[in-house]
């Protein structure tokens, strides 16, 4: 007997057809003994358009996070039961649990919520009676049961969550895409499909703009030692292993992607007072406020007047709240302006085997540089190196990184 978790993302369940085809599908791979759990998340675009219904309220809706929570929670709840009423119209014994009934405890931090413990009591009675059960993804409930929902892409996280919480078999991650690829294939036409990842590459990729996995969900792999099988919902084709390490020969690519992020912001605040204490007057109420804060320059502007200028780059979707804080910060440090950049993107490579191999930024900068683009920010990890450029040439850059990493054969 098998305990699986099947994790399906919102374009596999885009239409009432789609859904029908994957309780098909499932059905048809079910040997007798398996007990399955469905994860599912919101059809197609239902997230980013109940998204922009509340912006027609409030063009900064985040403000409201609880509500965001509450609205954004529908989304799923949609589909777990049009799928379980697909499953019960094909025969199949089935119930849909919303992530509160499957046992998913959240903390309070709503619209980016961190998955507490799972209790997954429900889960475990119901597929005792023989039920497939399909349950929420991106959704929890925190200490009060108010609503929680787990970032953008939480089903991700919901699914290996849930997988070690059941010492479940496996874990599959079905999406519209046959596998991980060394950049994103809409991006890169000769982007290669890899067979295998390790979750620490993969968990950079992610966290560096790979939509395809959420960063919590190949963290919470790699916690609890879960194998992630990231495959198609659309094609019988073999997918990709998220795991510890390689077994095969892909251990010779000293790169293993590229990734870009698009939703990035820039934010300059020019002429703050260079002494002690100055960075952490901008990040500290930042971080109260949960923004995450990633690439950060800080420049000497003048000595003479001993000012210097603090650079850094959030997620757009954060840019209303943390502008508002670092314009009360600058006011307070007297400093000269606040400037922000929302035409900016982020292009990443990423590689365990860079650690150990000189020379790979330079070609990175070089490649960069041959295709005319400018770099305005560097930043780096031990597996990756990050340039922020312009946004319009950032698909430019993608191609021309991945040119120089995975030449065309
Ligand atoms: P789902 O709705 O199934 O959760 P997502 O849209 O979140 O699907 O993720 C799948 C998408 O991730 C793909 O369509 C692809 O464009 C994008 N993507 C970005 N980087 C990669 C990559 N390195 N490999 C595969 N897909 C990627
Ligand atoms: N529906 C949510 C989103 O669009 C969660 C997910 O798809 O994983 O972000
Ligand atoms: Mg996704």
Do not use: W
């Not at 085809?21 to 079910?30: D, G, L, P, Q, T």
């Not at 519209?176 to 620490?200: H, L, N």
């Amino acid at each position: 007997m098998a305990l699986i978790v099947k994790k399906f993302g919102g374009s596999s369940v885009g239409s009432t057809e789609k859904i029908m085809n994957v309780a098909k599908r499932v059905i048809s791979e079910k040997k007798p003994e398996d007990q399955i759990v469905m994860v599912v998340s919101a059809m197609g675009d239902t997230t980013d358009d109940l998204i922009d219904l509340a912006k027609k309220i409030n063009k900064d809706p985040y403000r409201y996070e609880r509500e965001m929570d509450m609205l954004l929670t529908t989304g799923e709840q949609v589909s777990i039961a049009l799928l379980t009423m697909a499953f019960k119209t094909l025969g199949q014994k089935a119930i849909s649990l919303t992530g509160p009934m499957a046992g998913m405890h959240t903390d309070s931090t709503h619209t980016k919520g961190r998955i507490m413990d799972i209790t997954p009591k429900r889960v475990e009675e119901e597929l005792k009676k023989g039920n497939i059960v399909v349950v929420a993804g991106f959704q929890g409930a925190d200490d009060i049961g108010d609503p929680v929902t787990l970032g953008r892409g939480g089903s991700d996280t919901s699914a290996v969550a849930l997988a070690g919480a059941l010492h479940a078999d496996s874990c599959e991650i079905f999406t519209d895409v046959d596998g991980i690829y060394s950049a994103d294939p809409r991006v890169e036409p000769d982007a290669r499909r890899m067979k295998e990842i390790t979750y620490d590459e993969m968990l950079e990729m992610a966290r560096l703009g790979a939509g395809v996995m959420q960063p919590r969900s190949v963290e919470m792999g790699k916690h609890m030692g879960i194998p992630i099988h990231v495959r198609s919902t659309f094609t019988n084709k073999p997918g990709t292993i998220i795991r510890e390490d390689y077994t095969m020969e892909e251990k010779d690519f000293v790169i293993r992607g590229v990734a870009h992020d698009a939703k990035v912001a820039k934010v300059a605040v020019l002429g703050v007072p260079n002494n002690p204490g100055i960075a952490r007057s901008i990040f500290m109420p930042l971080a109260d406020a949960h923004v995450d804060v990633d690439m950060i320059v800080q420049s000497i502007r003048n000595i003479e007047k001993n000012v210097t200028d603090m650079v850094f780059t959030i997620a757009s979707d954060d840019l209303g709240r943390a502008k508002e804080i670092v314009d009360k910060v600058a006011n307070d440090l007297n400093a000269i302006a606040v400037l922000v950049e929302k035409d900016v993107a982020k292009v990443s490579i990423v590689g365990a085997g860079m650690l150990g191999s000189p020379g790979i930024a330079a070609r990175m900068f070089g490649a960069l540089a041959d295709a005319g683009i400018n770099i305005d920010v560097i930043s780096t990890s031990e597996i990756s190196i990050s340039c922020l450029v312009k946004k319009a040439d950032m698909e430019k850059a993608v191609n021309a990184i991945h040119e120089e990493f995975f030449p065309k054969k």
